[in-house]
């Protein structure tokens, strides 16, 4: 199994954007083959958000960057970030 933590740090002006973009994609992301896990949380100052992705394998991974409801989210972030996407990738231990 393939995790990721992606911290998502918008711009003030663009967080509640930012959000709805993501939950837009929710739906469509959890339906994809090889999504086991895909949530949204936020800090306790709203204004950071986190997601916590769980995937098959780095392919299923994979996929989910080609779709086009992923890309038009990670091209608004070219306007929407304060800082850059941070982004970790971590191996379930048994």
Not at 22 to 48: K, P, W, Y
């Amino acid at each position: 199994m393939h995790c990721i933590f992606a911290t998502i740090t918008p711009k003030p002006e663009y967080y509640a954007t930012a959000k709805e973009a993501i939950q837009s994609i929710l739906v469509d992301t959890r339906n994809e083959s090889g999504c086991i896990q895909f949530d949204i949380h936020t800090n306790s100052e709203a204004s950071i958000l986190f997601l916590y992705e769980q995937w098959i394998d780095e392919a299923a991974l994979q996929a989910h960057y080609e779709q086009t409801y992923t890309k038009r989210v990670f091209k608004s972030y070219e306007n929407w970030l304060a800082e850059p996407l941070d982004v970790k990738s971590f191996t379930l231990l048994d």
